[in-house]
């Protein structure tokens, strides 16, 4: 059975770094290109970062580019998401999300960020 | 970037009828192999988004087939057979043409 579980989020105050993790099982995850979606509180979906299969090819929404860093370990079947100078604007449910032809037909259960004082 | 807009943002619905949604793209998207990079997806309340539709018009695997997913270039549509009362949630559209990926804002169906 596919799994991602992501883990790492936590309350954190502006300026500060976290490092989201996202554990994936039941599929050769090293076969897939991986994404990071948010969504603040009450709010909409919004798309934050993608990197292929063997992480040759990564993008970002304008809104994170040159704070967070995606990453992935195929050995250990994870996908990171390191986030640094955190905003209030940050504070969301992050999930990963599976991508197979231009859907997400995988999504993690999320971990929340709350970047406040 | 790619806007993607949805139309109505709120639809209720009676167990039993049929509902439609529609989602309009601000580009074609169409891509040169032929397929056209458009999702649906729906989020029950506390839970992650589930995909209902790839590729325009596929169902996902487990979706039940009153679900159906129709259109071309920048006009789509999401239509239930029969609302269920399951069927409850907000329903995104997303195009997955260009990055960064965009979703529509969601349109919340309830009973």
């Known amino acids: 059975e596919v799994e991602l579980v992501e883990s790492g989020g936590g309350l954190i105050q502006p300026g500060g770094s976290l490092r989201l993790s996202c554990a994936a099982s039941?599929?050769?995850?090293?076969?897939?290109?991986m994404h990071w979606v948010r969504q603040a509180p009450g709010k909409g979906l919004v798309w934050v970062s993608f990197?292929?299969?063997?992480?040759?090819?990564?993008t970002y929404a304008d809104s994170v580019k040159g704070r967070f860093t995606v990453s992935r370990d195929n050995a250990k079947n994870t996908l990171y998401l390191q986030m640094n100078s955190l905003r209030a604007e940050d504070t969301a449910m992050y999930y990963c999300?599976?991508?197979?032809?231009?859907?997400?037909?995988?999504w993690g259960q999320g971990t929340l960020v709350t970047v406040s004082s | 970037d790619i806007v993607m807009t949805q139309s109505p943002l709120s639809l209720p619905v009676t167990p039993g009828e049929p509902a439609s949604i529609s989602c309009r793209s601000s580009?074609?998207?169409?891509?040169?192999?032929?397929?056209?990079?458009f999702a649906w997806y729906l989020q029950k309340p506390g839970q992650s988004p589930q995909l209902l539709i790839y590729?325009?018009?596929n169902r996902a695997s487990g979706v039940p087939d009153r679900f159906s997913g129709s259109g071309s270039g920048t006009d789509f549509t999401l239509k239930i057979s029969r609302v269920e009362a399951e069927d409850v949630g907000v329903y995104y559209c997303?195009?997955?043409?260009?990055?960064?990926?965009?979703f529509g804002p969601g349109t919340k169906v309830d009973i």
């Open positions: 999300a599976r991508v197979v032809h231009g859907g997400y037909d995988y």
């Open positions: 990197i292929s299969s063997e992480g040759s090819t990564i």
């Open positions: 997303m195009q997955a043409l260009q990055t960064p990926f965009t």
């Open positions: 039941g599929f050769t995850f090293s076969n897939y290109y």
């Open positions: 590729l325009g018009s």
């Open positions: 580009q074609s998207l169409l891509y040169s192999n032929g397929n056209t990079y």
